[in-house]
């Protein structure tokens, strides 16, 4: 049980253009899901918070009009880069809270965005 | 605020011998402490979790963690490691407070064979 799955795994797009990234909880009814991006041989950092229903919580320093969260649905989160730039590749990674649960969170398989 | 601090950026150890990868946290109250594996390109996998009780956890694929807080710290370990074993190894803690995790900035195991 509590499967997160990250749909796409890759994704290469060009400069100026935008991705849509979704994290979903499989088995399980998720309120938060966190974004995190993580750059080559370091830690992950949090993006933001997203819960259901309402506004993301965004980390000081990440821009919001860049990076677009919508959490419509108990099971689904999204993440969308508008105007991609290569300064933007990296690896997503998110993860999501069960709704009975406090503290854990389940991640999600990641998302390897490429900017060209 | 709070912060995790792993302190060994890699290393390397031969198949069978012991493991020990250390986690030190700085937070006001009793943290809420975990370890996660990632292995190259995938998402982070659960390897165990301290709450409350017994300082001594056991994770799953033989991994077992201590939490010490007179040392605030929360080392993980494994008396025989397998090569499959090789991953980048992360320490987070949770704080109620700021409702998120907080990461180490991770160990790179390397096994030798």
């Known amino acids: 049980g509590a499967v997160v799955s990250q749909h796409p795994s890759r994704v290469i797009c060009k400069s100026g253009t935008s991705v849509k990234i979704e994290c979903r909880s499989l088995?399980?009814?998720?309120?938060?899901m966190f974004w995190y991006r993580q750059f080559p041989k370091q830690s992950l950092m949090l993006m933001a918070t997203s819960n259901e229903g309402s506004k993301a919580t965004y980390e000081q320093g990440v821009e919001k009009d860049k990076f677009l969260i919508n959490h419509a649905s108990l099971t689904l989160s999204t993440l969308t880069v508008t105007s991609a730039h290569p300064e933007d590749s990296s690896f997503y990674i998110c993860s999501a809270r069960d709704i009975s649960s406090s503290y854990e969170q389940y991640f999600g398989p990641g998302t390897r965005l490429t900017v060209t | 605020a709070q912060s995790v601090t792993q302190p060994d950026i890699h290393i390397t150890v031969s198949e069978g011998a012991s493991l020990e990868l250390r986690c030190n946290y700085s937070?006001?109250?009793?943290?809420?402490l975990f370890w996660y594996v990632q292995s190259p390109g995938q998402g982070l996998q659960l390897l165990l979790k301290y709450f409350s009780g017994d300082t001594l956890v056991q994770g799953i694929k033989g991994f077992e963690a201590e939490f010490k807080r007179s040392q605030s710290s929360f080392n993980l370990r494994k008396p025989s490691v397998h090569w499959s074993d090789a991953a980048e190894y992360f320490c987070?803690?949770?704080?109620?407070?700021?409702?998120?995790?907080?990461f180490g900035t991770g160990t790179q195991l390397k096994v030798e064979l």
């Open positions: 937070y006001g109250a009793t943290p809420y």
């Open positions: 987070a803690v949770f704080t109620g407070g700021g409702n998120k995790l907080t």
């Open positions: 088995d399980f009814q998720a309120t938060t």
